[in-house]
Nanobody, 115 residues
Framework: QVQLVESGGGLVQPGGSLRLSCAASGSIFSINDMSWYRQAPGKQRDWVATITSGDLTIYADAVKGRFTISRDNTKTTVYLQMNSLKPEDTAGYYC?????????WGQGTQVTVSS
């Protein structure tokens, strides 16, 4: 089992920045890919970015060049640095981890971009 706790969301003005964190605990030795997804009210949950077990990073076109995914040396905490935020980035952001063939989700953290 893997437990995930996200933090770092909040209210920010357009053009601002936020950094989200997702800390994993439990069976952390089995973690492979770590990803961020987001879900706006009334919409489906969309993939945002992934960092693979080999530290390859992949981004959705909507955030490419503005968001950066990374993780710490222990590979148990994944970050999402979000720059040049836009109102359309407003959503609940969810951490997703694959470990031993199973998928785990965090509880989500709200990001609101508004003036």
């Amino acid at each position: 089992q893997v437990q995930l706790v996200e933090s770092g969301g909040g209210l920010v003005q357009p053009g601002g920045s936020l950094r989200l964190s997702c800390a994993a605990s439990g069976s952390i030795f089995s973690i492979n890919d770590m990803s961020w997804y987001r879900q706006a009210p009334g919409k489906q949950r969309d993939w945002v970015a992934t960092i693979t077990s080999g530290d390859l990073t992949i981004y959705a076109d909507a955030v490419k060049g503005r968001f950066t995914i990374s993780r710490d040396n222990t590979k148990t905490t994944v970050y999402l640095q979000m720059n040049s935020l836009k109102p359309e980035d407003t959503a609940g952001y969810y951490c997703r981890v694959v470990a031993s063939g199973r998928v785990y989700w965090g509880q989500g953290t709200q990001v609101t971009v508004s003036s």
